[in-house]
C-alpha cells in the first residue's frame, strides 16, 4: 500500500477537472493506497458545505458521491486557506 497526495487548485471555473481529481484519489482509495487530497487556491471552495453538490465532470462524474467515498474509506481531505 502506498501513500498518495492530490493536490487540486481548481474551483468552479474548472469543476471537471476538480472532479477527475476527485475520481483518481477515489480510483487510488480503491486499489487499497492511502490517500490524501489537498484542496489549495480556488479549491478550498469545495470543503464548504454544499458547494460540490452540482459539480461534475464532462464524463458525467458527480464530485460529492466521490468525496463521501472518500471520507467513509479513511480518505483525508485537507484545505488550505492561505
Not at 481548481?10 to 490517500?35: L, M, S, Y
Not at 471552495?45 to 453538490?53: D, I
Request: aromatic fraction near 10%; proline fraction near 1%.
Amino acid at each position: 500500500m502506498e501513500k498518495m497526495l492530490f493536490i487540486i487548485s481548481k474551483g468552479f471555473e474548472k469543476a471537471g477537472a476538480a472532479t477527475r481529481a476527485f475520481q483518481f484519489a477515489k480510483i487510488a482509495r480503491e486499489k487499497g493506497h492511502r490517500v490524501k487530497v489537498f484542496l489549495v487556491d480556488d479549491a478550498i471552495s469545495w470543503a464548504q458545505f454544499g458547494m460540490a453538490e452540482s459539480a461534475k465532470a464532462l464524463t458525467g462524474e458527480e464530485m460529492k458521491p466521490l468525496i463521501d467515498y472518500l471520507l467513509e474509506k479513511d480518505g483525508e481531505i485537507i484545505a488550505c486557506k492561505a
